[in-house]
């Protein structure tokens, strides 16, 4: 083989590895299309969670807020209960203590009165009986 021959055989090499290396690049081209694509999803994708999140932030910052408001309430109507409690039970004690003594008082009447109720019940009979005698 001479050098022309040579020649020709590696420029048939290297056409065919040129045509090997055109197909490949095709075929990286393709590929960096496809992930340029997916790269712009993700982009949209990226933008969409960040919306969301800066919406969550926004509701969380809404719901910490109403939550203060919340405790602020609860200490005022804890702070107006002891007052009441505090001013009140002095008067709320009085009056039971004076439910419990009427109370007692009506026990101890409804007792006297049972005793009179039957006093009188034995006096009529003896008057009863005293008319009697007298009649006859």
Known sequence: MNNEEKILTLLEQMNGRLDNLETE???????????????????????????????????????????ASVKTEVASVKNSVLKFEHEQFPRIQAALDG???????????DERLRGVEARVEIHGIEIFALKEKTQR
């Open 99 to 109: 439910v419990v003594s009427a109370i007692e008082r009506d026990k101890q009447m």
């Open 25 to 67: 690049v095709a075929s990286v081209k393709t590929e960096v299309a496809s992930v340029k694509t997916e790269v712009a999803s993700v982009k949209t994708e990226v933008a969409s969670v960040k919306t969301e999140v800066a919406s969550v932030k926004t509701e969380v910052a809404s719901v910490k807020t109403e939550v």
